[in-house]
């Protein structure tokens, strides 16, 4: 796996995570798949089973990551 990939996404994420922390959320990295471009993360905190946490999710996350990493297709809970 690309190491520097995997910095950038954590680069990432740490920079959304103070947004995730205000409403009481986090986010962890799990995995991700070089071949078809997807990211894995965790939803922490009030995420978990939040209804607004798959549109934080894909147009906050999973934009910055693509915006970051253009070789990023996805972004999904796991």
Known sequence: M???ILLKIEAVLTSVR????????????VSYD?????VGVKMQGACVGCPMSEITLKMGVEAAL??????IT?????
Do not use: Q, T, Y
């Open 34 to 38: 070089a071949e078809k471009g997807i």
């Open 18 to 29: 103070p947004a995730l922390r205000m409403d009481g959320g986090g986010i962890e990295f």
């Open 2 to 4: 690309d190491e520097e």
């Open 74 to 78: 996805e972004v999904v809970s796991v």
């Open 66 to 71: 693509r915006d970051a990493i253009p070789s």
